[in-house]
């Protein structure tokens, strides 16, 4: 059974900064990793999706990676502002079924950008 | 176009007592799924669909229904109401078929808060 932890669990830093979240997963027979941001009360919002031969995926100041071999992936916020504010998360898809079997989540990583 | 919608999006319940929650998207999208998100345990599968017809149980699928009889719409129902299915429950869809290279990206509901007293 895929087990996906996001480390750390929350996370404060000041405005302007560069940080990074990360998300692991047991079962590296993944066919794909998608971030995403909710606010508070809100649904998910979708942020990037990085398909299992794919290293890398960029939006605007996010950056995600995913390395399959060693189960990880990060999600890497440039510039960081206090809009950014939310808890991410990261879901994989499994190999098995392209994918159609519905994402296992990992329990997110609350950020706070102070002004 | 609305994306995926959910109906409602606030309901309490008396134990025992049965609803229906409704999913729409007009996105033409094959797939279709059920989580929910409790406190300390992430957003976890309820039940999902790859097709108008067809459905499948997902990680916690006890005591919820399921049906698809449209495309567009994916009902996820409550016969008997447990103070345990307290949550929030969101509804997802994605398409079958990766065009242009899209990977298959789920696109969510805003979710229903259901208590159950």
């Known amino acids: 059974k895929q087990e996906v932890t996001q480390i750390p669990a929350a996370l404060s830093v000041p405005e302007g900064e560069n940080l990074v979240l990360n998300c692991s997963f047991t079962?590296?027979?993944?066919?794909?990793l998608q971030w995403f941001r909710q606010d508070p009360g809100k649904g998910l919002t979708s942020l990037l999706l990085i398909q299992s031969s794919q290293r890398e995926q960029t939006s605007g100041r996010l950056n995600a990676s995913l390395d399959k071999s060693s189960g990880r992936s990060t999600l890497y916020i440039a510039a960081s502002q206090p809009g950014d504010s939310a808890t991410y998360l990261c879901a994989s898809a499994p190999y098995s079924g392209g994918g159609a079997d519905g994402l296992t989540f990992g329990k997110g990583t609350h950020l706070i950008i102070q002004p | 176009n609305a994306g995926v919608t959910q109906t409602p999006k606030f309901r309490v319940l008396k134990t025992g007592q049965s609803m229906t929650l409704l999913c729409a998207q007009d996105?033409?999208?094959?797939?279709m799924y059920w989580y929910r998100q409790d406190p300390g345990m992430g957003l976890r599968l309820i039940h999902y669909?790859?097709?108008?017809?067809?459905?499948a149980k997902g990680e916690v699928p006890d005591g919820y229904n399921v049906s698809r009889l449209k495309k567009q719409n994916f009902l996820l129902g409550l016969e008997s109401a447990a103070p345990s299915q307290t949550s929030v429950y969101f509804c997802?869809?994605?398409?079958?078929?990766?065009?242009?290279?899209?990977?298959?990206?789920?696109?969510f509901g805003p979710g229903t808060r259901l208590t159950v007293t």
């Open positions: 997802a869809s994605r398409t079958g078929t990766s065009g242009r290279g899209l990977g298959y990206e789920q696109y």
């Open positions: 996105m033409n999208h094959e797939y």
């Open positions: 079962d590296s027979a993944i066919y794909n």
């Open positions: 669909s790859v097709g108008e017809g067809t459905t």
